[in-house]
């Protein structure tokens, strides 16, 4: 696993041994960020389930001003930091080494983010619970231009969002996972 694009360009990216992560390969990162290239810059960019960090890490490396990686295991938040630091990232970023849930809960009240990713675990849920607790219109962390990327697995069904606010923009579909592209529902004048 590399860096793509950007400032780290082609450094190589450590991972956390075993089968407790499962990194984005280098082939969806590019694609991803083919389709991001241009919301980038300056920009706040949330990684939730960073694993080793390098959805965040590329984030940065192209331009994003500041990056919140949230990743529970603490040798995959290690990892994150090793990465961040070999990569000289480290001063735009924030590694919170806690639960999901709880690491919104603590980020409340900051200002919105202007690109928020996730990749849990597939098959448990988790992208539900996340856009719940993000939905309504009191989350701090997002706002109609906030664009939130899921990574799941392709059977993974989202026909849910739309009874929780959202709306899916675009949905990028690989050979065993895909992309699904959200936004807040604009609200009706």
């Given at each position: ?22 990194p984005t390969t280098d082939r969806i990162k590019e694609t991803l960020f083919n389709i991001l290239q241009n919301d980038l810059y ?148």
């Amino acid at each position: 696993m590399r860096v793509i694009a950007g400032k780290a360009r082609r450094l190589p990216l450590k991972t956390v041994p075993g089968m407790d992560t499962r990194p984005t390969t280098d082939r969806i990162k590019e694609t991803l960020f083919n389709i991001l290239q241009n919301d980038l810059y300056g920009i706040r960019f949330l990684d939730l389930f960073s694993g080793s960090g390098g959805i965040g890490i590329e984030a940065l490396s192209r331009g994003a001003a500041h990056a919140c990686f949230v990743e529970q295991m603490k040798a995959a938040a290690d990892c994150i930091r090793a990465n961040l630091a070999f990569t000289h990232l480290d001063a735009q970023a924030e590694v919170l080494q806690c639960d999901v849930l709880a690491a919104l809960s603590r980020l409340e009240g900051q200002a919105p983010f202007q690109i928020i990713f996730m990749d849990p675990p597939y098959g448990r849920g988790l992208e539900r619970m996340v856009l719940t607790a993000l939905s309504g219109r009191n989350s701090s962390l997002i706002d109609e231009d906030t664009l939130l990327i899921a990574e799941a697995d392709r059977a993974e069904d989202f026909s849910y969002v739309e009874e929780l606010g959202y709306e899916i923009v675009r949905e990028k579909e690989y050979k065993t996972n895909k992309h699904v592209f959200l936004r807040r529902t604009k609200e009706k004048s």
